[in-house]
């Protein structure tokens, strides 16, 4: 494993992550990955350790991903599901939370569909004096850590399987495409690609990216370093970009109509091979799922193994789940 020292209790927000951090995760992670090519694909490092997977969103990939990584590392594992807790008789998230805690929760992976309740649950705990973790799965527009981690690590492992880290990422032109507004995906990714020392082009249709943002769209403009780049034409981010990620439309968050049309919407910032052409010609394209096909991404691009990097990323998830499970159970003294 890393020798990196990691002195974090909680995972929370890419916002502060560090270097050395990011290279603990991407170390790490290349550790499990080798682990689960073995034909015994388990290790004893989180026996027992209790991992509660508290998920008052739906989700596929990323509850059943904490899940196989918690197990993996022969943690034990409970599962909630809000439609089917004492939530719906009138618990509050704080208490929920603490009946985990009373059963002896050492890790909390929350996902809420509020922005901050991963904070507030971690705020509680560290109030309490307990030595529990609180790893963000997801909470509302605001971040999405472990996923910003895997798509690192998915990348970084393509430029150089044995040893990945962040400084691969250096200079490399990174497009992200669609619905910045509602993505907490792209939020955690901004992090980590500009600490990367990428250049990171955003597109989107005005509607679909933060008012914070628009102003600066008119002069088409770079607003950091030369590191981060606006447009609300998908041609000038796409010309010779090295890696393409596409965002689902997030329509359960649109307030209001945004959007002319689906139709519309993918002749203009939909991602085909066609439009790949323009890009580098080894492009790799990364979607974090659930998959709108022929909206965002068109079905037959996102099934060519040439270009499409998405089974990869829900594979490296499990890698990159474990290490952040190992890096802040393991450092608790008993
Ligand atoms: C994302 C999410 O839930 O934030 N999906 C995921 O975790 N893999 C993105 C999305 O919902 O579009």
Redesign the pocket.
């Known amino acids: 494993m890393s020798n990196t020292t990691w002195n974090r209790h909680h995972v929370l927000s890419l916002a502060d992550f560090i270097t050395a951090e990011y290279d603990a995760v991407l170390q790490t992670a290349a550790s499990f990955q080798e682990v689960l090519s073995r034909r015994t694909k388990k290790v004893p490092t989180l026996q027992g350790q209790v991992v509660a997977n508290l998920f008052f969103e739906p989700?596929t990939?990323?509850r059943s991903s904490f899940e196989i990584a918690a197990k993996r590392l022969s943690a034990d594992t409970l599962n909630f599901a809000a439609a089917t807790s004492s939530m719906t008789k009138g618990e509050t998230i704080l208490d929920t939370a603490k009946t985990y805690l009373a059963m002896g929760t050492d890790i909390m992976v929350i996902?809420h569909r509020e922005a901050g309740v991963p904070n507030a649950i971690a705020q509680e705990m560290d109030r309490l004096g307990v030595k529990v973790s609180v790893l963000n799965?997801?909470d509302g527009q605001h971040e999405?850590p472990s996923?910003a981690l895997l798509d690192l690590f998915t990348i970084c492992t393509l430029l150089d399987p044995a040893q990945p880290r962040i400084e691969l990422l250096k200079g490399k032109k990174i497009a992200i495409v669609g619905d910045i507004l509602h993505?907490?995906?792209a939020r955690s990714n901004i992090w980590s690609f500009i600490a990367s020392g990428a250049q990171l082009h955003l597109a989107a249709p005005p509607t679909l990216l933060p008012k914070l943002f628009t102003e600066y769209l008119s002069e088409e403009k770079d607003i950091q370093n030369n590191q981060l780049f606006l447009h609300w034409q998908l041609e000038p981010a796409l010309q010779d970009a090295d890696f393409v990620m596409t965002?689902?439309l997030?329509k359960e968050r649109m307030t209001a109509h945004l959007l002319p049309s689906l139709r519309e919407y993918h002749q203009l910032f939909g991602i085909t091979r066609a439009k790949l052409q323009l890009c580098k010609p080894n492009v790799k394209v990364l979607h974090?799922?659930?998959v709108n096909r022929g909206v965002e991404i068109s079905s037959d691009l996102m099934d060519d193994p040439e270009f499409s990097l998405i089974q990869s990323q829900v594979t490296s998830g499990v890698a990159v789940r474990m290490a952040l499970l190992y890096l802040l159970g393991s450092g608790k003294s008993y």
């Open positions: 989700s990939r990323t996902r799965a997801g999405h996923q993505s907490r995906v965002l689902r997030q974090p799922g659930p």
